[in-house]
């Protein structure tokens, strides 16, 4: 059985580095943990393969859009702490952290 177990570490080690994502319901069989690659759960302790799922894709445009909302909301947030702050150090690490949101804006922008 040990054997067994070490051929499914090493297929759910390959399906991670592959893309797949570890998932957090564990298997229904034995409560193992579980991968999933293209709607494909493998159970690392047991095996089992208890159900296929479609993940919903959003497209690349919809997830720049989210995020960049995100990040345009936290630079905001920021913008008015930094008005707020009058300690110097606490202002430094306000606008380190508006000149990181600016850069992240800018590589979705591009």
């Known amino acids: 059985m040990e054997c067994m177990s070490d051929d499914l570490t090493k297929k759910a080690a390959d399906m991670l580095l592959q893309g797949a994502t570890l998932l957090k319901e564990p298997c229904p069989y034995c409560s193992g943990v579980r991968v999933m690659k293209e709607g494909k759960a493998l159970c690392?302790?047991?095996?089992?393969?208890?159900?296929k799922r479609d993940i919903p894709q959003q497209n690349n445009k919809e997830q720049k859009t989210q995020l960049m909302e995100m990040?345009?909301?936290?630079?905001?947030?920021?913008?008015?702490e930094l008005e707020q702050e009058s300690d110097h150090q606490k202002q430094q690490?306000?606008?380190?952290?508006i000149n990181s949101l600016i850069e992240a804006i800018d590589k979705i922008k591009r």
């Open 44 to 51: 690392v302790s047991c095996g089992r393969e208890p159900e």
């Open 71 to 80: 990040l345009e909301k936290k630079l905001q947030t920021l913008s008015e």
């Open 93 to 97: 690490n306000i606008l380190k952290s």
